[in-house]
């Protein structure tokens, strides 16, 4: 067995804590700093020493960010690496009978959970991919700003008090925001360009019906980081669930039944992402048109079949990434 480091991580310190031999133990608070990283993982490498093991496995929530810096040192030292879904953990420590909450509990709680659970690792995710994330993240919180602002300009040109001040002022910040907006587009593409992952990629992925330019950038995200957070072995139903697409029924004896619905619990951009590319890949002549007529002539309601269908695109997504291969109609006409 490994040796299961737990690191809660804040903006400015790290708390680490291992569990060896059924025992606890909290080593000193580091700074979230590149020089406390050395420390911790020289003082995390002779503790694993001292215990016979070569391996380090680095049990890690994800703190805001402020986590990425240690995680991608602990790449590069060897270590395995699991950044683990803090609702499980939550879960977890509640099932432990753990009721209080410092940084130091939960540090040893990560390494507990590490312990008992022996989560599988990640793998790093890809750099290009990983600065495609990067970017699509600022250009969605660029496209939130603007549509605040321009909600202002609307609220300002319909109230006679506004001072034309102000309105100059919105109307500035909404063209220095659209002048970001294309930056970052260029940016986007030119690492599309130039990616030998990304780019032709790109070109597989638009070959499945109902993919387009928007759709097939959150795609490519999407599917690199489960590609990493599963370690290359998700599969076709896992990616469904991660995303939120997967069906959740509801019922309980004999007289509690609800509609069911889909989980919800994945990318909330992702799933209107694809749901865009469904209900614009449903008008052509391709096998999700016949697919969504199929899911109607058994009594679906249009955007029950639509969500279908973002399913369906998803899988057949999936299926050309792990391939390698485009999108061919004659292999999923029988099965639709």
């Not at 990067?134 to 319909?158: I, S, Y």
């Not at 004896?253 to 469904?278: E, F």
């Amino acid at each position: 067995m490994p040796l299961y480091l737990g690191v809660d991580v804040s903006q400015a310190t790290l708390d680490a804590g291992i569990v060896r031999d059924q025992q606890e133990e909290l080593l000193p608070r580091y700074r979230n700093t590149k020089a406390s990283w050395k420390a911790l993982g020289k003082k995390a490498t002779q503790l694993a020493e001292t215990q016979g093991e070569t391996t380090i496995h680095l049990i890690i929530e994800p703190t805001g960010g402020y986590e990425r810096g240690f995680v991608d040192y602990a790449y590069s030292l060897g270590w395995l690496v699991t950044v683990v879904n803090p609702f499980y953990v939550r879960r977890f420590i509640q099932g432990q009978g753990q009721r209080g909450k410092t940084d130091s509990i939960d540090a040893l709680m990560l390494a507990r959970y590490g312990v008992q659970q022996q989560p599988e690792p990640q793998w790093q995710m890809a750099a290009d991919a990983r600065e495609l994330q990067e970017l699509l993240g600022r250009r969605d919180d660029l496209k939130k700003l603007l549509q605040a602002e321009r909600n202002r300009l609307k609220q300002a040109k319909h109230n006679p008090r506004t001072p034309m001040a102000v309105r100059r002022s919105i109307e500035r910040t909404i063209q220095n925001l659209e002048n970001e907006h294309k930056a970052l587009d260029k940016a986007i593409q030119e690492l599309i360009r130039s990616s030998h992952q990304l780019g032709p990629m790109e070109i597989l992925l638009r070959t499945t019906p109902g993919v387009g330019p928007k759709v097939v950038l959150r795609l490519l995200t999407l599917f690199y980081r489960f590609h990493a957070l599963t370690g290359g072995k998700g599969t076709a139903s896992q990616l469904v669930a991660f995303l939120g697409l997967d069906p959740q029924p509801y019922e309980s004896g004999r007289s509690i039944r609800k509609r069911s619905t889909i989980s919800r619990m994945g990318d909330k951009a992702g799933r209107a992402d694809l749901y865009m590319g469904a209900s614009g890949g449903i008008r052509g002549n391709n096998p999700l048109r016949t697919y969504y007529e199929r899911m109607i002539h058994r009594g679906k309601a249009h955007k029950v079949a639509v969500v279908a269908c973002s399913r369906k695109l998803l899988v057949w997504a999936w299926a050309i990434f792990s391939s390698g291969q485009p999108f061919d109609p004659q292999r999923v006409l029988p099965n639709s």
